[in-house]
């Protein structure tokens, strides 16, 4: 998935896109391994007679920060499963379950240089908008949200270039605004700060 929405109109203006992403990127658990294990390995880490990396004689440990106060638990049930498959595939997992303000005060608003987690089971409440451009520019760099995290946030020139042109509707025909979108897309997905796995609607 990516950034837009399914039901609004610049879904479907993207639709073609949208398609070829979506194949793209689509779940592969053992593309998944081969690409882990080339990383790891060209960092120094080993896979243990254990089943898990190692790095430096220690297995290589993950922090989970998995939201546990929805009404219907889906984010606690989806961190589960995604951490469920890190194990599968070497990665020692460490679930810290925590509701939105424990989650918020952990991921967003410290240092992320302080190593206090890896990975988050975040959520947004997204706007009624069909014209989605600027969500590029909201979820991939620092242009816009308050929070510490995304002052971090070191977006290639090209993406924060064209994130800007779509923040701003700087375009001379729609033809232009859905290359640039095409572009700005498959590279928010190459930087990939976040991952969009589900959508629900109130």
Known sequence: MTVLT?????????GDTLAELEERYSYNKEAAREVITHEMEAQGAALGDDGFWHYNGEPVKLLFVIRNDDPDQARLHLGNYIADELESIGFKVQRIYEDSYGAMALCF????????????????????????????????????????????????????GLALMLAYNDFRSPEERRDVFARALELSLEDSVRIWLVVKYQ
């Open 6 to 14: 399914p039901g609004r109109f610049d879904y479907e203006f993207m």
């Open 109 to 160: 608003e410290r240092d992320p240089w302080e190593g206090g987690w890896h990975l988050c089971t975040a959520g947004w409440a997204g706007r009624d908008m069909s014209f989605m451009g600027l969500r590029i520019a909201e979820y991939y760099t620092s242009f816009s949200r308050p929070e510490v995290l995304f002052s971090f946030y070191e977006p290639p020139d090209e993406l924060l």
